[in-house]
């Protein structure tokens, strides 16, 4: 389909033809010797003659790398990443261009030595626009231009105040040598890919922006690439950064998953439960041939709903030759989980787990290829998921598909003809859902990608139920065999609304059983119920919150599996951390007052196996009376009680239907909604959708860095405190990262994902607290900045409290820890 069909205010733009201001021809004049003369004496015939992109501590220029072979190297390179969702010659045009502007005497004087400051990406960004002549192929060059202006720096706005697109078109720059025309030859003819366009200009402009994002994210991988394997040429060495195409191990990876199956169900006992699990699984498995596309999996909880996703992936994956599949999670809490069960089923070599509490910081400009060989390997798969089978955040996968910087969107083309499993694809924050909804249904559309929603708790996302802009699912791309009766056939609990109940009330309640669990809204309230419970004498109480680090958390969880597998007394004060994922199995539970979906996430830690009476394992829902739910959950609580009195049975798909029609409703346009800070310091709110537009007469004018920067999954506003105990309890992995950082040949990287598993977020306000009274330090501050904040006061840190930070300003300090 040409561009030209798209819509009437697109197609007008884009046979829009500007003639390029006379004072750019200027970029194609000769360079006068005399320039050239400026360069070192050694190298002046060598850099008559040609061009380079990369130099070396040679100072002969020997073993310099030519810019003509970089250009056409990251071209082709560029070229197969973008082949896979038809936009292979646009991904080589900006390959071809993206370093354009070294054809020129400045440049070269950098690179040879010389202390001078060289723009290189402007100059490929202007001549792009300058070769397509017109239609859909300047529409597409437009683009271009925005990726190749962005390669380093990250995708600018279109327009606006700072380094727009539209000041660097304009922007006058060193004049190129005329050899870059006999050295490469770009074609800028035939760009536009035959995708599926939408014809109304908004979502159009939208697809437009994700289309020039996935060329950006093809362009920046095959450049890092190709310069990372110069480098390594040039020091004589090689690093294993290669792992197994998914297509060629599919087959051994399904036979390994049938293996694991067959020896669970072997030692599972003959339950209607594990029953239906098992015919979830085949249900699931059956509709593997299906085109790619948009598919649903409603499993309640404890359904097997993980397994049977996987299995699916593996199945789909192999019938239509796909390249990975990506796992997406929205707790961290869970990752490590879930990856581990992942590479129990299928083996180490295959699954990269990707997710960090502290994130690395590097500038886009930074290119360090002086890395351990193994954790070269993991750096990168992280920054492009080259893994075949990849385990992430949500935050990872969403906020990469609406990030502008390099370091992120190198990622973004490998999500090109991959099954992507959304785990609890409720979770996805509303105040971002419509966007993240749009990137998953254009991923669908026309990257030859398939996505997952699975859940227990469907969100109604579909065009069906309402949802303006949301998916096209029809009814035989549900995976689950009649979701409806499945729900029934595995209900296991009844939810009873109580009203008001004091601490007092739920310590008396736990007191009447030797085993209950209690999920409060906040840690605050967690830690006073524990305190009071305490108090009044109760025993065999364990406290579980983001107080503790995740290492200790999954202690703490152990023992308490072990507690309840033994018939041991047992009685958990928890948040809602313990809902997702966490398989627990309570005879009774009391969930304060919240959405519909955490209720039903609660009321899979009842009864779990199925091997109670119904009319015994209660759900018991309460408000708190001394605690005030976070205004959020307050709202979504109020959503569930408007609807709540229509349905006998709360937990099923049309109960929650209705109760996310409510929130839906209730939220309206606030489902669209990211908060940008002007240069007056005022926030203001900017919808992301409308953030992408394309004007009849200027063009496209697309806001990717003010998206990016400003594109949040939660908006948590913590920060990372490190817990790295020593005597008895230490933990040597922290110690040891803590310590790897005063090393000379140290690596934040590295030792950020390292320390993930042992951080507590916290108020910046009590980490402030914490630094100024000497109970928390920056490790290696000079070097790294707040990156590395660690505890250093061991009696702020309780095996059953974990962080008490509230407590700074009383306890002394004492260097107990590092």
């Not at 040609?50 to 030519?66: E, I, K, L, V, Y």
């Not at 070294?102 to 070269?108: E, G, H, L, R």
Request: glycine share 8%; hydrophobic share 40%; with cysteine.
């Amino acid at each position: 389909m040409g561009w030209t069909g798209l819509s009437a205010p697109i197609s007008k733009w884009c046979h829009r033809v500007t003639d390029v201001d006379e004072a750019e021809g200027a970029l194609t004049k000769k360079l006068a010797v005399d320039r050239i003369l400026e360069i070192p004496q050694g190298l002046r015939k060598r850099v008559r003659q040609m061009f380079f992109a990369h130099s070396t501590g040679d100072a002969s220029g020997a073993d310099w790398q030519r810019l003509q072979e970089h250009l056409s190297a990251v071209a082709e390179m560029a070229a197969t990443r973008g082949a896979k969702f038809g936009a292979g010659k646009p991904a080589a045009l900006a390959g071809l261009l993206h370093d354009l502007g070294k054809y020129t005497a400045a440049f070269q004087r950098r690179i040879a030595g010389a202390t001078v400051k060289v723009d290189h990406s402007t100059a490929g960004a202007q001549e792009v626009r300058r070769l397509a002549a017109g239609g859909e192929d300047r529409g597409v060059a437009e683009l271009i231009a925005y990726a190749i202006a962005g390669h380093h720096g990250g995708l600018p706005d279109g327009a606006g105040k700072g380094s727009s697109l539209a000041d660097r078109i304009k922007k006058t720059v060193e004049p190129l040598d005329p050899v870059w025309r006999q050295e490469i030859s770009p074609d800028a003819v035939g760009l536009l890919p035959a995708f599926r366009w939408e014809t109304d200009p908004s979502r159009l402009a939208f697809q437009l922006g994700l289309f020039g994002r996935m060329i950006f994210s093809c362009l920046v991988d095959a450049d890092f690439r190709d310069t990372e394997a110069f480098y390594q040429l040039v020091a004589g060495r090689t690093v294993d950064r290669d792992w197994p195409m998914l297509p060629a191990k599919v087959d051994k990876l399904i036979a390994a998953f049938d293996h694991y199956m067959r020896e669970k169900q072997r030692a599972a006992a003959d339950t209607d439960v594990n029953r239906l699990r098992a015919e979830i699984l085949t249900h699931a498995r059956s509709h593997a041939s299906q085109r790619t596309g948009l598919f649903t999996l409603t499993v309640p909880t404890g359904g097997g709903k993980t397994l049977a996703s996987l299995a699916f992936a593996l199945d789909h994956a192999e019938c239509h030759d796909l390249d990975r599949i990506v796992y997406a999670i929205p707790f961290t809490s869970i990752i490590d989980q879930t990856a581990a069960i992942f590479r129990d089923v299928l083996g180490g070599d295959v699954v990269l787990e990707h997710h960090s509490a502290i994130e690395q910081r590097s500038s886009d400009k930074e290119r360090n290829f002086d890395e351990g060989v193994s954790d070269a390997k993991l750096r990168l798969a992280m920054e492009d998921w080259s893994a075949p089978i990849v385990v992430t955040t949500n935050i990872q996968l969403f906020e990469s598909l609406f990030s502008n910087r390099t370091s992120r969107c190198r990622k973004l083309h490998n999500l090109a003809r991959s099954v992507i499993v959304l785990d609890e694809a409720q979770t996805i924050p509303l105040s971002v859902l419509r966007p993240c909804v749009a990137a998953l249904d254009e991923l669908a559309r026309n990257y030859g990608t398939s996505i997952v929603l699975c859940t227990a708790t469907q969100p109604a996302l579909k065009i069906d139920d309402g949802f303006a802009g949301g998916f096209a699912i029809p009814p035989e791309r549900e995976l689950a065999p009649e979701p409806g009766k499945l729900a029934a056939m595995l209900r296991r609990v009844q939810i009873r609304r109580v009203g008001e109940m004091s601490d007092a009330d739920l310590v008396s309640a736990l007191s009447e059983m030797s085993q209950g669990l209690v999920i409060v809204n906040s840690r605050a309230h967690a830690l006073s119920l524990y305190r009071q419970a305490t108090e009044d004498g109760l025993a065999d109480v364990v406290h579980l919150t983001t107080r503790q680090y995740a290492v200790h958390r999954r202690t703490i969880l152990d023992n308490v599996r072990a507690r309840l597998k033994t018939n041991l007394p047992c009685r958990l004060i928890a948040t809602s951390l313990v809902e997702a994922g966490v398989d627990l199995d309570f005879p009774v539970v009391w969930r304060a007052e919240a959405g519909l979906d955490q209720i039903a996430q609660a009321a899979g830690r009842c009864n779990r196996e199925g091997s109670r009476s119904v009319e015994t394992s209660i759900v018991t829902v309460f408000k708190p009376a001394e605690h005030k739910a976070p205004r959020e959950i307050a709202q979504l609580a109020g959503d569930f009680a408007r609807m709540a009195d229509k349905h006998d049975d709360l937990l099923s798909p049309s109960a929650i239907r209705e109760y996310f029609g409510e929130v839906y409703w209730r939220k309206g346009s606030a489902l669209d909604v990211i908060h940008e800070r002007d240069p007056d310091g005022v926030v203001r709110q900017r919808s992301v959708l409308d953030a992408f537009k394309v004007d009849r007469t200027s063009g496209p004018d697309f806001a990717y860095r003010t998206v990016g920067e400003n594109f949040r999954l939660i908006e948590s506003g913590m920060a990372p405190v490190v817990i790295a105990r020593n005597g008895e309890t230490a933990e040597l992995p922290a110690l040891d990262a803590l310590a790897e950082l005063t090393g000379p040949k140290s690596h934040a990287g590295r030792v950020a994902r390292a320390l993930q598993l042992f951080i507590v977020q916290v108020p910046p306000k009590a980490r402030a607290l914490l630094l100024a009274n000497g109970h928390a330090r920056f490790v290696e501050e000079g070097r790294f900045g707040d990156q590395f904040c660690a505890l250093v006061t061991g009696g702020l840190y309780r095996e059953d409290t974990g962080l008490l930070w509230e407590d700074a300003q009383y306890l002394q300090s004492e260097s107990t820890i590092i």
